[in-house]
């Protein structure tokens, strides 16, 4: 079993829809979660940490259930630009490992 | 603008060459790391230092060969790669390996083995 689960997709969305990423994690005792955005050929950059008190910026919003290890992603008024891969990482228990989810890619189109 | 600088941004290698990477971080963290791109992959780790002693290799080929010389600067040396190895090759640093804290990225440097 993969250490981190994403759904790949694509998925393809209109300008100004909202859209929610799933990500699962099969150890209980991990320690930090992250959604990154990576650009195609480009480095991923971290979009944001995810906190069990939830967490919001701007259209973004980020959830943690660290009872059912589960991580979510929920963006409102989509725009072109938020067209990426968003993968969630999620910081081992022992600290040394960050394991990566396969990456979902969104399409935002006019 | 990152803050983690990786040069070069493109290799061009053959297989019988010996190159080198380099990534430097002025952030005063004291874990560094290299992964490894594929397209359409998420990066995979290949080695972790901390605080300049190499604490994971990801049973990497030899012909990857990383060196930390102080806390600011990580090498990944690079010898007899094979055309497989090409990909986009992502420096990383964190605080420690035992903080709760995220992975600062450099731009990558794109290899491709003839």
């Known amino acids: 079993r993969k250490e981190v689960e994403q759904d790949p997709g694509p998925f393809n969305v209109p300008e100004g829809a909202t859209v929610a990423f799933n990500c699962t994690y099969s150890?209980?005792?991990?320690?930090?979660f992250f959604w990154y955005r990576q650009d195609c050929r480009k480095e991923p950059k971290l979009l944001m940490s995810?906190?069990?008190s939830g967490n919001e910026d701007g259209r973004f919003t980020a959830q943690l259930n660290r009872a059912s290890q589960y991580i979510s992603l929920l963006i409102r008024d989509s725009k072109l630009s938020d067209s990426a891969t968003y993968l969630c990482?999620?910081?081992?228990?022992?600290?040394?490992?960050?394991?990566f989810g396969s990456g979902t890619k969104l399409n935002v189109k006019p | 603008d990152t803050e983690v600088t990786q040069t070069p941004k493109h290799l061009v290698m053959g297989m019988t060459n010996k190159k080198s990477l380099k990534c430097e971080q002025h952030?005063?963290?004291?874990?560094m790391y290299w992964y490894k791109q594929k397209a359409k992959k998420p990066p995979e780790l290949m080695f972790v230092?901390?605080?300049?002693?190499?604490?994971i290799n990801e049973s990497v080929p030899s012909r990857f060969s990383p060196e930390c010389p102080n806390s600011s600067l990580l090498n990944l040396h690079l010898h007899a790669l094979q055309p497989e190895d090409s990909a986009l090759y992502l420096c990383?640093?964190?605080?420690?390996?035992?903080?709760?804290?995220?992975?600062?990225f450099g731009e990558g440097s794109r290899l491709t083995v003839l």
């Open positions: 990383a640093s964190s605080t420690r390996t035992d903080d709760t804290g995220e992975l600062f």
């Open positions: 150890n209980s005792a991990s320690q930090s």
């Open positions: 995810v906190y069990s």
């Open positions: 990482v999620v910081l081992s228990y022992n600290f040394n490992k960050f394991y």
């Open positions: 952030m005063g963290h004291r874990a």
């Open positions: 230092y901390s605080y300049e002693k190499l604490s």
